[in-house]
């Protein structure tokens, strides 16, 4: 997938595991609704180099940034309530 930029939609309350695996996103636009981010949601999205995660997320997926290698600053919710990671 060559997508540059995401738009998530405010009515989306999930984005769904695998949903941006290995595409080519460089920035996304969060919704303000946004509870949950599924497992591997985000995997090897290389050319990510920052996110601001919304503070309306509760849930961040097992490997949901994993390798993006490029990832250097996430901001994290204050209300965040389970961050799942590998055993």
């Known amino acids: 997938i060559n997508i540059l930029l995401i738009n998530i939609d405010n009515t989306e309350t999930t984005i769904e595991r695998y949903a ?50 490029n990832l250097k600053r996430i901001e994290l919710p204050d209300m965040i309530k389970e961050i799942q990671i590998r055993p």
């Open 20 to 69: 941006c695996y290995n595409s080519k996103i460089n920035d996304i636009e969060w919704s303000d609704n946004l509870k949950t981010i599924g497992d591997s949601a985000f995997f090897g999205c290389k050319d990510l180099e920052s996110i601001s995660i919304p503070n309306s997320v509760e849930e961040i997926g097992m490997s949901a940034f994993a390798d993006c290698v």
